[in-house]
């Protein structure tokens, strides 16, 4: 005996009975799904794990490849959440064997953040852009490790500048710790200055003005 479609066979007493409203077809018991119904085109439904429903799980998508046949899709592996495709990542995770952060500027997974950012502590798995001046930072945009080629890295305030702060000249030989130009400071003798030596002053401290 076979029913017809939307109606399952109840085997005890040979009869037949409805399926879920969601479900095109069942198996075993009304909501028991294996596929499903177009309830309407404004609320399409997806097939999973022998349910329909109208939102996918995270780690799945609404795959309307086939748009008779509307499913939940798995997402990549390092995915936690997904749209449009398996690799189209809004969110990414950790499995057992290594730790996914996702691309600040691009919906990919990565086990690393790219040059110009950095691992967000406030966001889990996620890279957020440095500032502009920054080529590498730590924990925030602004908290710079080296600069971009225009800019000199200041250590002890973090910061890429155009101008090194009084008591420091731009360094025009590249760090090649930092891998960038720095802020170096001046000679003790020196309020400002364009190089590391006492003949480089371009003015003096008050105690070097008073002697003189």
Same mark, same amino acid.
């Given at each position: ?11 005890? @007493?040979?009869? !037949?009975?409805? $399926? #879920?409203?969601?479900?095109?077809? %069942?198996?075993? &018991?009304s /909501? =028991? *799904?294996?596929? +499903? ?15 329909c ?10 795959n309307?490849?086939?748009?008779? @046949?509307?499913? !939940?899709?798995? $997402? #990549?592996?390092?995915?936690?959440? %997904?749209?449009? &495709?398996? /690799? =189209? *990542?809004?969110? +990414? ?13 691009y ?17 889990? @798995? ?14 925030s &945009? ?41 802020c ?29």
């Open positions: 005996m076979s029913c017809p479609s939307s109606q399952y066979l109840v085997a005890s @007493n040979h009869s !037949c009975l409805m $399926c #879920s409203a969601l479900c095109n077809t %069942c198996d075993t &018991s /909501t =028991n *799904c294996t596929s +499903c119904a177009l309830v309407n085109l404004l609320t399409p439904v997806y097939f999973f794990n022998y349910t429903v109208e939102t996918c799980p995270n780690d799945y998508f609404a309307d490849a086939n748009t008779t @046949n509307r499913l !939940c899709s798995k $997402c #990549s592996f390092s995915c936690t959440r %997904c749209s449009g &495709s398996a /690799t =189209n *990542c809004s969110a +990414c995770g950790n499995t057992t064997t290594a730790v996914y952060y996702k691309d600040a500027n919906n990919v997974c990565q086990n690393s953040c790219n040059l110009q950012q950095y691992f967000n502590p406030s966001v889990p @798995n996620t890279c957020s852009n440095c500032d502009n001046s920054c080529t590498q930072c730590k924990n &945009s602004t908290n710079c490790q080296s600069c971009v080629s225009s800019y000199y890295l200041y250590a002890a305030a973090s910061q890429c500048l155009s101008v090194c702060p009084q008591s420091f000249y731009n360094n025009p030989n590249l760090d090649t710790v930092a891998m960038s130009y720095v170096s400071a001046c000679s003790s003798e020196c309020l400002t200055c364009y190089g590391p030596t006492s003949q480089n002053c371009t003015s003096c401290t008050n105690i070097v003005s008073s002697l003189g």
